[in-house]
């Protein structure tokens, strides 16, 4: 399945709005700013959304986000696991979805959620859980693909 993830042509200077559409489901997804790296294609580690682009979105499991896809786009440095690509320049790994509501919380990770609403200065998702489970039962536990635009 091909999921599109459409951002906010004007980012916010503490995170990045955007849309993402599965089928008919459409969510609201926050993820860092962009922060270019000098090394690194795929931006800053830990601090910067991933760049516009299409990527695989492989099978991820983990203990803190359980079930989940992780984004790989080689041409781009972003890859699943540090040093898989063999390639010498700085890689940024473990770029995945999964639940978050504010920017802060993730470290180059995309977070759905139902609604983006202000909350004090800064900008969040709504009901992040929430959406997440939606995601889980719309899309099979499989590979897909995402373009960011």
């Known amino acids: 399945m091909i999921l599109t993830l459409t951002r906010e042509r004007n980012p916010q200077p503490d995170c990045t709005l955007g849309y993402l559409q599965v089928g008919s489901l459409k969510l609201a997804t926050i993820e860092r700013p962009w922060v270019p790296s000098p090394t690194c294609k795929g931006g800053k580690k830990g601090e910067s959304c991933v760049p516009l682009g299409t990527y695989d979105l492989v099978l991820h499991k983990s203990l803190k986000h359980g079930k989940t896809w992780a984004l790989v786009n080689h ?4 890859v699943r696991f540090e040093g898989e690509d063999g390639d010498p320049d700085e890689d940024r790994a473990t770029c995945l979805i999964h639940v978050a509501n ?12 139902i609604a983006h609403q202000r909350q004090g200065n800064e900008y969040m998702v ?3 859980r929430k959406a997440m ?8 536990w499989e590979p897909h693909t995402l373009e960011i635009k």
């Open 75 to 78: 041409e781009l440095d972003v």
């Open 102 to 113: 504010y920017a802060r919380e993730l470290q180059g990770c995309i977070a759905p959620g």
């Open 126 to 128: 709504t009901s992040s």
């Open 133 to 140: 489970e939606i995601l889980r039962s719309v899309l099979p």
